[in-house]
């Protein structure tokens, strides 16, 4: 078991014991002498105040503390329990989670909002820049109340992680196998969460608040709508960062007739233009953005080509996949144009 009072871990590992007990080390430590060990078994041996661990010839002594001063792992006797497809919940959080905020001054906007609803939940992070915004199926669900809850970043990410180093959640090349599920139990009180995983569970406290309302920042409808081919995008956006490190990562997209022209300025380095073929529908038009926002989206969104939608230079753009059955879409903020 570990914990940092925010979160907690608590996992089970088969064994051959001797004689029962319970010890208290440092978890770094450990961790960096055990991950260097030889393949094979481990003996925890306790000596007094300290715990002898040893492996084929490898032997460390590690000081201990008082087991009864470990703070309490919470366990949620009561909840609302449902089951997720480990693949498709770390493919909704790897295209989500980053657009939490880092800010703790803002405490709703360094978590996740999950909205629950009988056959799916919805996840959504913003920092208030921009917004992902992703739906995963729940299946065989019964009796689940709708709710909202939300859950820290650095929390839902550790989750995808552990999912991933489980093999749980199987790699996108292996689609056609079963997306194994595991267990998500929420507190009644709505103040924890808990992630089953096999012989694993962390669990989390969530952040008590009301999540902004995310909606209203979403443009009704778009003017322009245009297909980009994701490699050729990036490559732009890439090029004109060179010269947006010194402007403050500021690079200007222009959208006219079947070109998309990616440019940047900066009086200590310099300036670019580079364009690329698109196919796009309505007036096109100008508007600014962080290049590092387009690149972390970009880098997380599937398939070759994506969808970029605007209205004015000063209203939200749109980046989704040209899957109509991917619920996913990223909103940006766009960056006053400068003339």
């Not at 010194?246 to 690079?251: F, L, N, T, V």
């Amino acid at each position: 078991m570990a914990t940092n009072l925010e979160t907690a871990t608590r996992v089970e590992v088969k064994c051959k014991v001797e004689s029962e007990g319970e010890i208290t080390v440092n978890g770094k430590i450990l961790l960096e002498f055990v991950s260097q060990l030889p393949e094979g078994n481990i003996v925890f041996e306790k000596l007094g105040e300290e715990v002898l661990i040893k492996s084929k010839g490898y032997n460390g002594r590690f000081t201990t503390m008082p087991s009864d001063e470990f703070p309490a792992i919470p366990k949620i006797e009561k909840g609302i329990s449902v089951e997720i497809g480990a693949r498709e919940f770390v493919g909704a959080v790897s295209k989500v989670a980053f657009s939490a905020s880092m800010d703790e001054g803002r405490p709703m906007l360094t978590g996740v909002l999950g909205d629950l609803t009988r056959d799916r939940l919805k996840i959504v992070a913003t920092d208030g820049y921009r917004l992902g915004y992703q739906e995963i199926k729940i299946e065989n669900a019964k009796n689940v109340p709708n709710l909202k809850i939300i859950i820290p970043a650095r929390a839902i990410m550790e989750v995808a992680k552990i999912l991933t180093e489980t093999g749980l959640a199987i790699d996108e090349e292996e689609k056609e196998k079963k997306d194994e599920k595991f267990t998500v139990l929420v507190a009644d009180a709505l103040n924890q969460i808990s992630f089953k995983i096999g012989t694993i569970e962390f669990t989390s406290r969530l952040i008590e608040g009301v999540f902004p309302n995310w909606q209203k920042i979403i443009p009704a409808n778009f003017v322009t709508k245009t297909k980009v081919n994701k490699g050729e995008f990036v490559k732009l956006v890439k090029i004109a960062s060179i010269f947006a490190r010194e402007s403050g990562s500021i690079i200007r997209l222009k959208f006219e007739q079947k070109t998309l022209s990616v440019s940047a300025a900066s009086s200590q380095v310099g300036s670019s233009d580079a364009t690329c073929e698109v196919e796009m529908s309505g007036k096109g038009g100008e508007i600014a953005f962080n290049y590092k926002y387009l690149l972390e989206v970009l880098s997380v969104i599937g398939g070759e080509e994506i969808y970029f939608e605007m209205n004015e230079s000063l209203n939200p753009g749109k980046i989704t996949s040209l899957d109509a059955k991917d619920s996913f879409f990223h909103i940006i903020m766009p960056v006053r144009l400068q003339s």
